[in-house]
């Protein structure tokens, strides 16, 4: 699987320039995207009011939450870093060695990633990297589970039920493409790191939901 995971990385992960670089950070932060958030409240409280709201909300806030720890856990950090010990993260695109041909550990290349251009070729490294990572991605050393992947399927499986229009399911289906293909291309994540933070958001929107239906009022349950 990792090396059919690996070529498909390699296969959508490219240069696109300093542009599409912005771009791709912007997709990436979390200032972009709070308008859909603001968005997806208000159509809340247009079909709901403000009971409905508020439920929404707490489910909400609690579904992106669990989304990020759940995801934590295979990468040993955040709040349930530690539930499993045993288990061996997964180092991220720009920190796999074997992509870049390169006969070191990941902690090698991690110290690598963080050393400017300039100084590279200073110390006689003047190769090309075969992952594209633009000096601001460079990040934790982990990427399995993408607790980006994790957080905006979660919020899709929560709102699109809650909301109930046509056109919302698919403007979530782009985002979520839009947020997940940003961190293939600043070499953050795997394909699979993404799939495996999918079923875990929708796991959790899925439940989120459910505490929506029950305690949302009788708008939320119709």
């Given at each position: 699987?990792y090396?059919?995971?690996h070529d498909?990385?390699?296969?959508?992960?490219?240069?696109?320039?300093?542009?599409?670089?912005?771009?791709?950070l912007?997709?990436?932060?979390?200032?972009?995207?709070?308008?859909?958030?603001?968005?997806?409240?208000?159509l809340?409280w247009r079909?709901?009011?403000w009971?409905?709201?508020a439920?929404?909300?707490?489910?909400?806030?609690?579904?992106?939450?669990?989304?990020?720890?759940?995801?934590?856990?295979?990468?040993?950090?955040?709040?349930l870093?530690g539930?499993l010990?045993?288990f061996?993260?997964?180092p991220?695109p720009?920190?796999t060695?074997?992509?870049e041909?390169?006969?070191?550990?990941?902690?090698?290349?991690?110290a690598?990633?963080?050393?400017?251009?300039?100084?590279?070729?200073?110390?006689g490294?003047?190769?090309?990297?075969a992952?594209h990572?633009?000096?601001e991605?460079?990040?934790?050393?982990?990427?399995?589970?993408?607790?980006?992947?994790a957080?905006i399927?979660?919020?899709?499986?929560l709102?699109?039920?809650a909301?109930?229009?046509?056109?919302?399911?698919?403007?979530m289906?782009?985002c979520?493409?839009a947020?997940?293909?940003?961190?293939i291309?600043?070499?953050?994540?795997f394909p699979?790191?993404?799939?495996?933070?999918?079923l875990?958001g929708a796991a959790?929107?899925?439940?989120a939901?459910?505490v929506?239906?029950?305690?949302?009022?009788?708008?939320?349950?119709?």
């Amino acid at each position: 699987m990792y090396t059919f995971d690996h070529d498909l990385f390699l296969a959508l992960n490219f240069d696109g320039g300093p542009q599409l670089d912005r771009i791709m950070l912007a997709l990436s932060g979390t200032t972009m995207w709070l308008p859909l958030y603001a968005l997806i409240l208000w159509l809340v409280w247009r079909r709901t009011g403000w009971r409905g709201l508020a439920v929404f909300t707490a489910a909400m806030i609690a579904a992106l939450a669990l989304s990020d720890m759940v995801s934590g856990i295979f990468k040993h950090n955040g709040l349930l870093g530690g539930l499993l010990p045993g288990f061996e993260p997964r180092p991220r695109p720009m920190f796999t060695p074997s992509l870049e041909g390169l006969a070191i550990t990941p902690d090698s290349l991690h110290a690598l990633r963080r050393i400017t251009p300039d100084a590279l070729a200073a110390a006689g490294y003047t190769g090309d990297w075969a992952v594209h990572v633009p000096p601001e991605a460079v990040s934790g050393r982990y990427g399995t589970v993408s607790a980006h992947a994790a957080t905006i399927v979660a919020l899709a499986v929560l709102s699109a039920p809650a909301v109930r229009r046509r056109w919302f399911p698919l403007l979530m289906v782009l985002c979520t493409a839009a947020i997940c293909y940003s961190r293939i291309y600043l070499g953050k994540h795997f394909p699979m790191d993404l799939v495996w933070g999918s079923l875990v958001g929708a796991a959790l929107g899925r439940a989120a939901y459910a505490v929506y239906r029950r305690f949302g009022g009788s708008a939320a349950a119709e």
